[in-house]
């Protein structure tokens, strides 16, 4: 059974950071690109990032794009996601994904294989 285990997110001031991390169990990690990504209040899932099996490339959603870094450590099947400068409209429940494609993560969310259940992060202008 795959789980996806995000930690627990928190309350941030605006400029603040933040670093979550996604625990994985139940599939060979290093088989998987992971990615992230985020849902506001009323407003639909939005892409974050997404990470390569080997975490030498990622690809960036256009509101995040120099502020939120995803990296990953096969050896403790571990995603992570460092968000720097961080908004309040950043406000959300962030989730994190495993597909076999990175091409899947990026494009075809909805046909994404695995979800965590979510973690709130609540940015405080």
């Known amino acids: 059974q795959v789980q996806l285990v995000e930690s627990e997110g928190g309350l941030v001031q605006a400029g603040g950071s933040l670093r979550l991390s996604c625990a994985a169990s139940?599939?060979?990690?290093?088989?998987?690109?992971m990615g992230w990504f985020r849902q506001a209040p009323g407003k639909e899932r939005e892409f974050v990032e997404a990470i390569d099996r080997s975490g030498n490339t990622t690809y960036y959603g256009k509101s995040v794009k120099g502020r939120f870094t995803a990296s990953r450590d096969n050896a403790k099947n571990t995603v992570y996601l460092q968000m720097n400068s961080l908004k309040p409209e950043d406000t959300g429940v962030y989730y994190c994904?495993?597909?076999?494609?990175?091409?899947?993560?990026?494009?075809?969310?909805?046909?994404?294989?695995?979800w965590g259940k979510g973690t709130l992060v609540t940015v405080s202008s």
């Open positions: 139940g599939l060979t990690f290093s088989r998987y690109p």
């Open positions: 994904a495993a597909d076999g494609t990175i091409a899947t993560m990026v494009s075809l969310p909805q046909d994404i294989e695995y």
